[in-house]
């Protein structure tokens, strides 16, 4: 599969879920031996996780402590930041630069390695990564196939048209729209916080399915499942 890059409309509305659950999904599915030698070796895995940027402590140490990942945390990440707050103003704060080309030349060692290379985005496709570039600048730049993750709740809608306008003025393949519940929700709610039909015409752009509600991130069998929701040969191929 060529690798893809997971965006959010929003901060906190589900990419970490979303990624953790198409990891998952792969190391049932598609590379069971993996799961099967877990506390052995993994170096074999098929498996890769990036993401290129993170500032203070969250997403590579959850993907490094809940996958058998065969790789190291500045693997997963290269650039970190000690600071809470957006990569170009914490490197800002903490006197570092932000290497563009040091984050390019991970993800090409990653997308040799590995059959399946999920790469969670910071933040949405406008989210600044320097003070002139933007994720959706790095999803076009390195022709990545992206999904966009919208969250089940009042003002999805929006997100969602605003989202896949950027996409398509920055020419980014936006391949899908996954909508991602925080909760548990009935089928009729859904259809009236995030009615997919609807995010599909007025976006036109295909909505993947609905991501339920996870209680236990570090469950890989619970995580597979809510990815087997999806419409999981579309997004992973």
């Known amino acids: 599969m060529k690798p893809l890059l997971i965006v959010g409309s929003d901060t906190g509305?589900?990419?970490t879920v979303l990624t953790a659950s198409l990891a998952a999904y792969w190391l049932?599915?598609?590379?069971r031996t993996v799961l099967q030698t877990i506390s052995q070796t993994t170096s074999s895995t098929s498996l890769g996780i990036y993401k290129p940027l993170q500032s203070g402590k969250g997403d590579r140490e959850f993907y490094n402590q809940t996958f058998p990942l065969s790789q190291t945390l500045a693997e997963i990440?290269?650039?970190y930041f000690e600071t809470p707050i957006a990569p170009a103003i914490a490197a800002y704060k903490e006197g570092k630069v932000i290497d563009l080309a040091l984050i390019w030349?991970?993800?090409?060692k990653l997308q040799q390695q590995k059959e399946c290379l999920l790469v969670e985005s910071l933040g949405g496709?406008?989210?600044p990564i320097t003070d002139e570039y933007i994720v959706a600048d790095l999803a076009r730049d390195w022709a990545l196939e992206t999904l966009l993750v919208v969250p089940v709740r009042l003002g999805a809608i929006s997100q969602a048209i605003a989202n896949a306008a950027l996409a398509n003025l920055q020419k980014v393949k936006l391949k899908g729209i996954v909508l991602s519940c925080s909760q548990v929700y009935a089928p009729e709610e859904i259809e009236e916080l995030a009615p997919p039909q609807m995010i599909s015409r007025l976006t036109s752009i295909p909505v993947l399915g609905v991501l339920p509600y996870v209680n236990d991130l570090s469950n890989i069998s619970q995580l597979a499942v809510a990815a087997s929701e999806l419409d999981i040969e579309k997004i992973l191929y």
């Open 13 to 15: 509305v589900g990419k």
């Open 28 to 31: 049932t599915y598609r590379d």
């Open 77 to 79: 990440t290269p650039l």
């Open 105 to 108: 030349q991970q993800f090409q």
């Open 125 to 127: 496709l406008g989210s």
